[in-house]
């Protein structure tokens, strides 16, 4: 990897690291949930990054993509409260995240974390992510629970927050050997339930995907928007303005214009909790980027 493009991954994940300990500091029991987002996204651009993605703020049995609606009045509970956050320094990605358990679970959040642990513990060039994903499942049935099987750890590319290789949570026959100056993150969930999450109907988060011709000047004066602001990076609608944003976003969909990222949620209501890092592959270990130096 060049230096210049190692500093770039190194700075984003140094904002991250330091983001994420102050925001979860701010989750408690009646915080407003947009507050907080909206900190994570303001104050890593005052750091000198840019949100890889919104961020996201899951809870209980939503275990990804969720993040506040526009002019969102909601505020935490008592709850499993996920904290994934992405940052991107000229399209160098970090990408992590914490839970910040408000309803008594502190087993289920370390499980996750354990999880992490030993995943990290072994990446090196030459190993296999089959290996990274049965020590994840090891490490979190060791503490009783399930990880979410259907949910992975991924490569990031530049401008790609979510590429190849996957990494799973769980032990499997085959995995992609990694390489030196690969970038992954990794990202157990764990589970009091059945360990499958299935998708909700609700969606906050898009992507551009290709650019087509569509009729509706709201559509083309969103779809202007998206491109000059967000590239090929989620985005969330409440980021957006303009006119029948709404209606926009539908034809742009319709299109296949843009990607949808519905809310992920534990399919029998169970919580979940989450827990990730970013690590650059070398020869002989890994350097995670998104831990405070």
């Not at 994570?40 to 993040?67: K, M, Q, W, Y």
């Not at 904290?83 to 970090?94: E, K, N, Q, T």
């Not at 779809?223 to 029948?244: H, I």
Request: proline share 5%.
């Amino acid at each position: 990897m060049e230096s210049e493009v190692l500093e770039k991954y190194r700075k984003a994940g140094e904002i991250l690291a330091k983001v994420r300990e102050e925001a979860a500091s701010m989750v408690d029991v009646g915080v407003s949930i947009l507050e907080v987002a909206e900190f994570v996204e303001a104050t890593t651009r005052a750091l000198g990054g840019e949100p890889a993605f919104p961020c996201n703020i899951s809870r209980d049995r939503v275990a990804a993509h969720d993040t506040p609606r526009p002019r969102d009045e909601g505020v935490f509970g008592e709850e499993m409260v996920k904290l994934d956050i992405g940052v991107h320094v000229d399209g160098y990605i970090a990408d992590a995240a914490v839970t910040v358990d408000l309803g008594g679970h502190p087993d289920l959040v370390e499980a996750s974390a354990s999880g992490l642990a030993a995943a990290i513990e072994l990446v090196s060039a030459g190993v296999s992510t089959a290996e990274l994903g049965a020590a994840i499942e090891e490490a979190i049935r060791g503490y009783g629970y399930s990880p979410v099987a259907n949910l992975t750890g991924h490569g990031l590319g530049r401008y790609q927050a979510h590429g190849e290789p996957s990494v799973p949570n769980r032990a499997v026959e085959k995995g992609v050997v990694l390489s030196a100056g690969e970038v992954i993150a990794i990202e157990p969930f764990a589970t009091d339930g059945v360990g499958r999450i299935t998708e909700a109907p609700e969606v906050e988060i898009f992507s551009f995907v290709t650019k087509r011709p569509v009729r509706s000047p709201a559509a083309r004066a969103l779809l202007k928007q998206v491109q000059e602001n967000y590239s090929t990076l989620p985005f969330a609608r409440r980021w957006l303005s303009g006119e029948r944003i709404d209606y926009a976003i539908g034809q742009l969909l319709r299109a296949g214009i843009l990607h949808r990222y519905p809310l992920l949620w534990e399919a029998q209501g169970a919580l979940v909790s989450q827990a990730e890092d970013t690590v650059i592959v070398l020869e002989d270990g890994c350097e995670v980027t998104t831990r405070q130096r």
